[in-house]
């Protein structure tokens, strides 16, 4: 059977002209327990922080409220970015995550590239591949239920999660130095480029362990789906939240220069967004025929609350999802 996500996302976003925060992080925890009945695999919570809009900055207090109205459904968090985070906090955070969720979290570490962040939290760009190396070790080695001291400072965490550490995290990126170190930590993999999936079992391989969790993204698919009975007057729900979900994702982008690797990059052109197909309307229908075309290792998402969408309207697509899941369920086992 082929090992395909069906996944439903929150950032969180929401703009002074869209659905207040309080109506939206109500909806979302709403939306996480509907999800778990009718089948869904896998929420997404995201992370940023400073954002105008209110990006979800902290995932791990929206993951826990979700994990105590649900039973099955996993929770992925990712990017976490670690160079902002205290390792040792944050090992904490992951081990009572995993502990109300009963085993059923994940969480993809990034580097990091907007500067404000960085500024934020008084850490510096030109350290963030240091300390992604440091603070994954030191998050490991706690959350294995070690006793050691870091620069003379003593680290011992408890309680320890349900799942092995390994199972827990996963590197994330969109460059072979992610893929290289996803693998000598023996951890999994969440790449941006399904290409880079052949370096991580290359270096798993050769350092003589088995390769963890890991994705393919597949180019030219749709980041996230709206469903809808008609694509054109789904396309004018969403669009001018779309819209800014990836003119500010383009502006972080910018930032970074030529080294970023977003796929957000220079769609800063509205005009352009519809056709670049990152975020797409489909029926259900459309939905269905598209589950049966997935590859092993890949995903389908939605995100129903996208850039502070009517909680309405994220709710009519996740109803229609629910008549059709069983549909597509079987076509991801075909």
């Known amino acids: 059977m082929k090992d395909i996500k069906l996944t439903v996302s929150f950032d969180m976003r929401a703009p002074d002209w869209g659905t207040p925060a309080a109506g ?69 955070k992951i081990a009572l995550v995993d502990l109300i969720s009963n085993g059923r979290l994940n969480v993809i570490f990034g580097a990091g590239y907007v500067p404000f962040e960085f500024a934020m939290f008084g850490k510096s760009l030109k350290d963030r591949a240091k300390l992604l190396d440091q603070n994954i070790d030191l998050i490991l080695r706690a959350l294995h239920g070690e006793r050691f001291e870091v620069d003379g400072k003593p680290v011992f965490v408890r309680p320890l999660p349900v799942q092995e550490p390994e199972d827990i995290v996963l590197v994330g990126g969109g460059v072979p130095a992610s893929a290289r170190r996803a693998a000598r930590f023996g951890v999994g993999f969440g790449p941006m480029k399904g290409e880079l999936v052949d370096l991580y079992l290359e270096e798993c391989a050769r350092l003589g362990h088995a390769p963890r969790q890991y994705s393919r993204p597949k180019s030219g698919m749709p980041l996230a789906i709206h469903l809808c009975e008609d694509p054109e007057a789904g396309w004018k729900a969403i669009e001018r939240h779309a819209v800014h979900v990836i003119t500010e994702y383009a502006k972080w982008a910018a930032q970074e220069g030529d080294a970023s690797s977003s796929p957000f990059k220079g769609l800063d052109n509205p005009a352009a967004l ?57 076509a991801f086992a075909s």
Not at 288 to 300: C, H, I, N, P, Y
Not at 306 to 327: A, H, M, S, Y
Request: net charge negative.
């Open 24 to 92: 939206l992080y109500r909806a979302a925890i709403d939306m996480a327990a509907f999800c778990d009945r009718i089948g869904v695999d896998r929420i997404g919570l995201m992370e940023h922080h400073g954002s105008d809009d209110g990006y979800l900055p902290q995932p791990f207090v929206l993951a826990s409220a979700m994990a105590a109205v649900t039973e099955r459904i996993s929770f992925m968090l990712g990017a976490v970015i670690l160079p902002l985070h205290d390792p040792v906090m944050l090992a904490e």
């Open 274 to 330: 519809k056709q670049a197909g990152l975020f797409a309307c489909w029926t259900p229908e459309q939905f269905v025929a598209q589950a049966g075309r997935m590859e092993d290792k890949t995903s389908l998402g939605l995100q129903p609350l996208l850039g502070g969408l009517d909680p309405e309207e994220g709710w009519k697509c996740l109803r229609l999802l629910e008549q059709v899941i069983p549909e597509v369920k079987a």
